[in-house]
T-cell receptor
Framework: AQKITQTQPGMFVQEKEAVTLDCTYDTSDPSYGLFWYKQPSSGEMIFLIYQGSYDQQNATEGRYSLNFQKARKSANLVISASQLGDSAMYFCAMREGTENQGGKLIFGQGTELSVKP | DAGVTQSPTHLIKTRGQQVTLRCSPISGHKSVSWYQQVLGQGPQFIFQYYEKEERGRGNFPDRFSARQFPNYSSELNVNALLLGDSALYLC????????????FGQGTRLTVV
């Protein structure tokens, strides 16, 4: 069964430093997509970055990059130059199948990131 | 442009009652998905609708139902509420049913007492 595992319930990082949030996944489908979302205390899920299973290069979006290691089934999020506003819950999610097969997302348990001044 | 809007933002209901949650997708988006997020956990998929048809259903009891209207807005209904239904209910919209990026609303926080 498809599964997303985030093993870090909470993380602390000093402002302006980089931080890595871990995510491993399990699927038997050769086509899948991996996502990271940020959830502030307001509750809204904010899309950060996407990696397709066939993408050759790691995805990057501004200060966010996804360290995709397919053989290890890991999709870690790297946030560079942390800012106080980065303090939030972070969720890793997976969509099985191609984009034409629907958009059901499977989420991990989340990692709470706290950025210290 | 307005994002995904959900109403109400907060709701308190008594066990056994019924509740209806509403979602308006981003203008032009044709697909709406519903997720339940219990405190301390990640969201769980409930339903996906595209062009007014159900395209996916998660592992939830028949007390949960949904529909999508011609203007692509959606309602989630939960009957015979249980204490365990207390959660943040999130709505997500995409233009197509399987796009890479889903836009979420701020959610409806339901408390069942």
């Amino acid at each position: 069964a498809q599964k997303i595992t985030q093993t870090q319930p909470g993380m602390f990082v000093q402002e302006k430093e980089a931080v890595t949030l871990d995510c491993t996944y399990d699927t038997s489908d050769p086509s899948y997509g991996l996502f990271w979302y940020k959830q502030p205390s307001s509750g809204e899920m904010i899309f950060l970055i996407y990696q397709g299973s066939y993408d050759q290069q790691n995805a990057t979006e501004g200060r966010y990059s996804l360290n995709f290691q397919k053989a290890r089934k890991s999709a870690n999020l790297v946030i560079s130059a942390s800012q106080l506003g980065d303090s939030a819950m972070y969720f890793c999610a997976m969509r099985e199948g191609t984009e034409n097969q629907g958009g059901k997302l499977i989420f991990g348990q989340g990692t709470e990131l706290s950025v210290k001044p | 442009d307005a994002g995904v809007t959900q109403s109400p933002t907060h709701l308190i209901k008594t066990r056994g009652q019924q509740v209806t949650l509403r979602c308006s997708p981003i203008s032009g988006h044709k697909s709406v998905s519903w997720y339940q997020q219990v405190l301390g956990q990640g969201p769980q998929f409930i339903f996906q609708y595209y062009e007014k048809e159900e395209r996916g259903r998660g592992n939830f009891p028949d007390r949960f139902s949904a529909r999508q209207f011609p203007n692509y807005s959606s309602e989630l209904n939960v009957n015979a509420l249980l204490l365990g239904d207390s959660a943040l209910y999130l709505c997500a919209s995409t233009y197509f049913w399987g796009e890479t990026e889903a836009f979420f609303g701020q959610g409806t926080r339901l408390t069942v007492v």
